[in-house]
């Protein structure tokens, strides 16, 4: 009998250790606490829910997803030691983190594992050092900016326009590639506006903006002084249109700078108010599951796991070395794939070319005036 | 000339603000040899006091009238019998640290309590441009300029003309001899006290608007002010009206025509050429002490 009970026992512990064995692991480190703590809630809570829905259907290849989710306390110091803890266990794919600073110092541990990194991070210089394992979530300024000076040029019909950004590695990298774009079409810069992070007064970038007299204004800050400025052009009666990134029309903006922040225009690569199918029902089921609207970091988070399903469904195979190479130019279309919601292509650098969203700022809410479809 | 109008009027109006705190800073200097250090914070606190009484449910009119009564308590009475009483028997230099302490864990309390976040403060300006010179002006500006003038002409008028003014000149000249007079000097001093707190809360009032509710916003205001105050003549509150709108009107010329990149810089060079020249400040009077 004891034999029995003993064999049995044997059979169940090696079926659970096999069953455990035939997981796929995934790894994520995001800003779960400090300042960072809103989008990186958002991104693991995207995770979580997109691992639920594919173990609910079976799994990848017929093995189930698990992850572990690690703080980084949004500090980069964190973060680096987080992802080495991470890469140490081995994982088949690392997910985040969601700040551009932490990706930067934590990308070359990954590269050097010779793992692949599906991270949340905008700025420009991050997949321009020639990193094979890094790919992006969402736009990267090098994606967006184009799209944003065509929109300028095209649509806005501006001969003439003010650029204002803000003089750190984001501003700088942003105002960049939209001069460029905007030389490139025959729009023509007329003011160049360099601010300051932590400016409180805009008066005279203002004024200047005033004098140059454009047909349109970009404005590429952060959000606090986003809104500044937003106060700071309708007190000075600036009347031209107003053109920006995400920074220009998301919800704390439009709080903070009130009344002014009406008319602006901006261009986000993910909104959940996008007038997708799709969007629309994660939205429904994040909503149902955590009680709160997730913004574009809940997409992210959600979009990086069904990233690691549609590469492994493309390889047929669990093969963690072969990941990023099967990633790079490949093209996950939403009907194949529905997880990833909309059509995406991944560049050879890791970058993605996916539809976006032109969003206006009407009576203090957001809403999706246009589409603007893939750039290839 | 239309962009320097507009910036001479925004000038003006950012820098009748510093004024306004400014006028604190030779104030409390003259009656109790207390450089304030904490007074950009000073300027931070009142609009959170104002939001925290908008959040408990009062309406903006009531919650103005509570956050400057409030600051007055806090930052007049308060102030000065906690700290600067208590540290100024020890000396102007430990006085002026535990000013940056207090400045240091104000911020930090806002931040803690409140929100590290930048919070929308309402104005009690309305928006809209009215015509001078044919000229648009935002009213926003021509009414924060005003309202900051009338004050200071207010507290002129206070010194210069009623006996409790005379009282505070008296006190500060020669608290001794004021004493044996009948002035009552502790007093005269407490007034001075709740006086800065007045200002710095109707400073707030004006300049959280444009600058909005942040914790680190008076990090820049007092830096300006202490600037102003210097230029102008720390010993005379004539002098940091002048200096409070004369750094306003260079910040925003420096920050158009020189750039944005080296606007602070500067007022800090005007300051260090003062210093060289004419270390009593522009309207100062060496070795004189008056309010």
């Known amino acids: ?376 | 000339m239309s962009n320097l109008f507009d910036l001479l009027v925004a000038g003006l109006a950012t820098g009748a603000i510093y004024a306004l705190v400014a006028v604190g800073f030779t104030l409390l200097w003259q009656t109790s040899q207390t450089i304030n250090f904490a007074q950009g914070e000073f300027v931070m606190l009142p609009a959170f006091l104002m939001l925290a009484a908008m959040h408990a449910g009062a309406p903006f009119w009531l919650a103005i009238i509570l956050g400057i009564l409030l600051s007055m308590l806090l930052l007049g009475l308060a102030f000065k019998m906690l700290l600067v009483d208590p540290m100024l028997r020890h000396g102007v230099l430990p006085l002026a640290i535990a000013t940056m302490a207090l400045a240091i864990g104000l911020k930090e309390a806002v931040k803690q309590f409140f929100s590290a976040e930048a919070s929308p403060f309402p104005s009690i300006v309305p928006t809209g441009d009215i015509s001078i010179l044919g000229h648009a002006v935002s009213l926003q500006s021509i009414g924060v300029l005003l309202l900051a003038i009338l004050a200071v002409f207010g507290l002129t008028a206070l010194l210069n003309r009623t006996s409790l003014g005379h009282q505070m000149q008296a006190a500060a000249q020669n608290p001794t001899v004021a004493r044996i007079i009948g002035v009552p000097v502790e007093r005269m001093i407490l007034l001075t006290f709740l006086i800065n707190a007045f200002l710095v809360a109707l400073a707030s009032l004006l300049i959280t608007p444009i600058y909005l509710a942040k914790f680190t916003s008076g990090e820049v205001l007092g830096q300006a002010a202490f600037i102003a105050a210097i230029i102008g003549g720390f010993n005379q509150v004539r002098g940091a009206i002048a200096g409070g709108l004369l750094i306003g009107v260079l910040d925003n010329l420096a920050a158009a025509y020189v750039s944005t990149q080296y606007r602070a810089a500067v007022p800090m060079i005007f300051l260090i050429a003062v210093i060289l020249f004419r270390p009593q400040g522009l309207l100062g009077r060496a070795e004189e002490r008056t309010v």
Do not use: C
Not at chain 1, 157 to 179: E, L, T
Not at chain 1, 261 to 285: E, M, Q, S, Y
């Open chain 1, 1 to 376: 009998m004891k034999s029995t009970i003993l064999a049995g026992a044997l059979l169940a512990f090696a079926t659970a250790t096999s069953v455990h064995a035939q997981a796929i692991k995934l790894a994520d480190v995001a800003e779960l606490s400090g300042g960072g703590a809103t989008v990186g809630t958002n991104w693991k809570n995207g995770i979580d829910l997109a691992i639920e829905e594919i173990n609910a259907k079976g799994g990848v290849l017929g093995r189930k997803l698990e992850v572990t989710h690690a703080d980084s306390q949004s500090n980069p110091g964190v973060a680096r030691a987080q992802v080495q803890k991470a890469l140490d266990a081995e994982p088949y794919v690392l997910l985040g983190p969601g700040y551009s600073g932490s990706v930067k110092v934590t990308a070359p541990l990954a590269a050097e594992a010779g793992i692949a990194q599906i991270m949340g991070g905008e700025a420009a210089e991050l997949t321009q050092g020639g990193n094979k394992f890094l790919f992006r979530t969402s736009f990267g300024q090098q994606s967006s900016m184009p799209k944003v000076a065509k929109y300028i040029h095209d649509d806005m019909k501006a001969k003439s326009v003010a650029v204002v950004w803000v003089n750190n590695d984001f501003g700088r990298g942003g105002r960049d590639v939209v001069v460029k774009e905007l030389d490139r079409l025959g729009s023509k810069v007329v003011a160049d506006l360099s601010t300051e992070a932590g400016q409180a007064d805009f008066a005279a970038d203002v004024g200047k903006i005033k004098a140059a007299n454009p047909d349109a204004v970009f404005v590429y800050l952060n959000e606090e002084e986003s809104a500044r400025i937003l106060k700071e052009l309708k007190r000075q009666g600036v009347t031209a249109p107003l053109m920006g990134e995400t920074t220009l029309i998301g919800q704390k903006v439009i709080e903070l700078a009130g009344d002014a922040a009406n008319g602006a225009r901006g261009h986000v690569g993910l909104t959940t108010d996008a007038p997708v199918d799709l969007i629309k029902a994660f939205r429904d089921k994040f909503a149902k599951k955590y009680n709160y609207v997730p913004d574009h970091n809940g997409l992210k988070g959600y979009l990086a796991v069904y990233m690691v399903k549609a590469t492994t469904d493309k390889m047929g195979k669990v093969d963690s070395k072969a990941f990023a190479d099967t990633l790079h130019g490949l093209t996950i279309k939403a009907v194949d794939e529905p997880g990833i919601l909309m059509d995406v292509t991944f560049s050879d650098t890791g970058d993605i070319d996916r539809q976006s969203f032109l969003v206006e700022v009407v009576e203090g809410k957001q809403v999706v005036k246009q589409v603007l479809p893939k750039v290839n």
